[in-house]
Each structure stands twice: as structure tokens, then as C-alpha cells.
Nanobody, 118 residues
Framework: QVQLVESGGGLVQPGESLRLSCAPS????????MGWYRQAPGKEREFVAS????????YYADSVKGRFTISRDNANDTAYLQMNSLKPDDTAIYYC???????????WGKGTLVTVSS
């Protein structure tokens, strides 16, 4: 199982921005896709964004389209989630995932807390 190193969470006010990062630790040979899900208190875990490493295709939940941008750094095998115009509804634990191949399962990070509050 691949360990994921996550960073970038914190407390911000509505309208502010944060950037999350996620990288597999150690040597990996391939990345098929990476992305984030989030879980707010009392709610189910939900998809946020994903990026497919080969072509760079990106996908977003409707709730974050136009505000969040997922990107990748091929040289450092790192995924980023730029979150702008944050809202209180974005408050959640954000979980990064890594998928090595199309048929492989996902490895998950431990999560990073994002709190949006005035």
C-alpha cells in the first residue's frame, strides 16, 4: 500500500483560498489517477475532483466547478487542489487518493481538515 503525504488544510474565512497537495511517499512506478474526496460532519464522503495522469483530464463535482482546480506536477508526482472562493459548505476533511492503474484499487491519505468560517 502506498502512503500519501498530504498538506495544506487549515482555517480560512469565506471567500478565501487554500491549496492542498498530495504526493505518494517512496518510489512509485506509475500513476493512473489522483484526486480528492471530502467528508463533512454527519455526511457521506463525496467526490470533489480527479485528474488522470496520462492526458491530464480533470473532473469536478458540480458543487466545486469554477472554484476548485486540480493539477499535477509530473516531475514530483504531486497533485494539487487549488480551492478559491471557499464557502462554509466546503468545510470537511479532504481525503486524497492515488490509483496506480485503471484496474488497481485506490490508496487513501489520512485526510486534512479544511474549515471555512467567519
Amino acid at each position: 500500500q502506498v502512503q500519501l503525504v498530504e498538506s495544506g488544510g487549515g482555517l480560512v474565512q469565506p471567500g478565501e483560498s487554500l491549496r492542498l497537495s498530495c504526493a505518494p511517499s517512496g518510489s512509485i512506478f506509475r500513476i493512473f489517477a489522483m484526486g480528492w474526496y471530502r467528508q463533512a460532519p454527519g455526511k457521506e464522503r463525496e467526490f470533489v475532483a480527479s485528474i488522470y495522469w496520462s492526458g491530464g483530464n480533470t473532473y469536478y463535482a458540480d458543487s466545486v466547478k469554477g472554484r476548485f482546480t486540480i493539477s499535477r506536477d509530473n516531475a514530483n508526482d504531486t497533485a494539487y487542489l487549488q480551492m478559491n472562493s471557499l464557502k462554509p459548505d466546503d468545510t470537511a476533511i479532504y481525503y486524497c487518493y492515488y490509483q496506480r492503474t485503471v484496474s488497481a484499487g485506490r490508496d487513501w491519505g489520512k485526510g486534512t481538515l479544511v474549515t471555512v468560517s467567519s
